[in-house]
């Protein structure tokens, strides 16, 4: 909703600016220029990225159009998920086997659809525990291997914003390209008038403006927000790395989740009392 917000508030500032120093929107409605830079770009993105790294773009604008950040109860289901299995595996490890096989037909994940459907999360969750399980490693070993996973997918996620931020940087260029067009144009009409010539390179000239726009004014914006949901949706890696971590060195379950509640960012981080009577509910329950 926000990126939302943010975009309407560029269109009314700049165009709402315009229209109160007397400018026509009519004058900036320029199809051709229009094609020319979003079909330049377009193309250009195209011809520099792969196939799934443009579905990732696709994914990932979308998803920031949505602001699909990670909510509170998200971070608290991760939680109580990470304490099940723990709690689960200090019982009896090998009844954790058929859990990380198939997560999907899991009892214990099936309760947190928000994880199950993180595919990076209960798929680095999951491989990392099959390790610990068929053989155990030390924390120090543990954590380098795990480490080379969150940087593998970190470095894969980053790719979508990257190829948007370089998009961005290349729109003021596109926009000169459909000017100086647009002015090879007006130079086959010196001969019409003052007034046509005027008009032809105004509309020559909003095809600069609409690459300096679309690049600081939207799509800039747009690759920044897409990394911090990366990084954000990053974090869930690390919380699930601390809490792995303190099985390895054999603490109890409270306290992995303990050591996994405090990686949670401050603003939607649970007190310590809502976990441990979230944890103390599940111990009843069960």
Do not use: W
């Not at 900036?28 to 330049?40: K, N, R, S, T, V």
């Not at 699930?240 to 409270?254: E, T």
């Amino acid at each position: 909703m926000l990126v939302i917000i943010g975009f309407a508030t560029v269109i009314f500032c700049v165009f709402g600016g315009f229209l109160m120093e007397g400018g026509h929107l009519a004058v900036l409605i320029q199809p051709i220029e229009m094609l020319i830079i979003f079909g330049a770009a377009g193309g250009g993105l195209v011809t520099s990225s792969s196939a799934p790294l443009l579905k990732l773009i696709v994914a990932q604008v979308l998803g920031a159009l949505k602001d699909k950040g990670v909510s509170k109860q998200e971070y608290m289901d991760l939680i109580l998920c990470l304490y099940e299995v723990i709690k689960t595996a200090k019982a009896n490890p090998m009844s954790l086997e058929a859990h990380v096989e198939k997560p999907d037909q899991s009892a214990i994940f099936s309760k947190y659809p928000s994880v199950v459907h993180n595919h990076h999360a209960i798929h680095f969750l999951c491989d990392t525990l099959k390790v610990q399980i068929s053989s155990p490693m030390n924390p120090y070993d543990l954590e380098d291997l795990m480490n080379g996973d969150i940087k593998t997918m970190h470095d894969e996620e980053l790719k979508a914003p990257a190829s948007m931020a370089k998009t961005a940087d290349a729109m003021p260029g596109l926009g000169i390209v459909a000017a100086v067009l647009g002015i090879v144009i007006t130079m086959g009409k010196l001969s019409q008038g003052k007034e046509v010539i005027g008009h032809s390179v105004g509309a020559a000239l909003v095809g600069t403006f609409l690459g300096v726009l679309l690049a600081y004014g939207f799509m800039s914006p747009l690759a920044v927000k897409m990394e911090a949901i990366v990084v954000e949706h990053g974090k869930l890696l690390d919380i699930i790395k601390v809490a792995v971590l303190a099985y390895a060195k054999d603490c109890s379950p409270k306290v992995c989740v303990e050591f996994a509640r405090r990686t949670i960012p401050l603003d939607v981080r649970p007190d310590f009392d809502e976990v441990d009577k979230a944890t103390s509910s599940l111990k009843a329950a069960a």
